[in-house]
């Protein structure tokens, strides 16, 4: 056994060894706004959210992932619910369908206007970002709770409700079949949100480009809902056409 004055000077030694001073570590806190602590609190519930729905994420949760207390999310949010909503406004308004879309309904094209909203969703849940607010939308309309709310009743943030009026417009005009626009609408809308899921999500359908899926999608749907449905522009149609021209020969050959 060592000596109690060698001991000390071997603990003295290690000690010396760990230990940092003060003036090599920089120990100036980051400083954020609080406009930049918003912005983090609503990346981090965003992607919270998109893992476990909206009942399964606390304010805790969402304090820890940012490195902040409770109280300072409450401090700028004041509540999960507002957070929440919060999300639903900074998203729909970040992709405003309108910019695609009035062009194509004030030139009442059918075919361009369908094209347009299916590529709008399509293209919008291709990254990370867009990916977890289209998972929330999913948890939201099982729910029904207020981000549903947001993306179905506001027309400001989304083009359903003017869609449906488009589609009211276009059967009284004569152009598409006596049909509930909202049904009609619903059903594409649904159309295109489950080939987001297999395309973007799943990854399953990287055989067509988006562009490509778009305006199939588009015309499958017209074709069920033009009063006189118009031609099959895309390449299957042209294909389709060729085989039907091969079989009459064939047939008037015999």
């Not at 359908?205 to 490509?212: G, L, Q």
């Amino acid at each position: 056994m060592l000596p109690l004055t060698v001991t000390y000077v071997l603990v003295i030694i290690r000690l010396d060894n760990l230990y940092v001073f003060p003036e090599s570590i920089d120990m100036k806190t980051p400083k954020y706004s609080s406009e930049d602590r918003k912005s983090q609190i609503l990346d981090a519930a965003r992607s919270l959210f998109a893992k476990d729905g909206y009942a399964g994420v606390t304010l805790d949760d969402i304090a820890g992932r940012v490195g902040i207390s409770r109280p300072r999310v409450i401090q700028l949010f004041g509540s999960k619910r507002n957070i929440y909503e919060a999300i639903a406004e900074v998203a729909y308004q970040a992709h405003p369908m309108d910019k695609d879309l009035v062009g194509p309904m004030e030139r009442k094209d059918d075919l361009e206007t369908f094209r347009a909203f299916a590529a709008h969703i399509l293209e919008h849940t291709t990254n990370r970002e867009d990916r977890e607010i289209f998972k929330i939308l999913m948890f939201a309309r099982l729910k029904e709770d207020r981000f549903h709310h947001v993306h179905f009743h506001k027309k400001d943030t989304l083009m359903i409700s003017r869609l449906t009026d488009y589609v009211t417009e276009r059967i009284e005009a004569g152009a598409f079949k006596a049909m509930d626009p909202r049904t009609l609408i619903y059903c594409y809308q649904a159309m295109i949100s489950n080939l987001a899921i297999y395309k973007n999500v799943m990854k399953r359908m990287d055989f067509v480009t988006i562009e490509d899926l778009s305006r199939t999608c588009a015309e499958i749907f017209l074709q069920g809902i033009q009063a006189q449905p118009a031609k099959i522009s895309s390449r299957a149609g042209k294909d389709t056409s060729t085989r039907s021209e091969a079989r009459d020969v064939e047939t008037q050959n015999r």
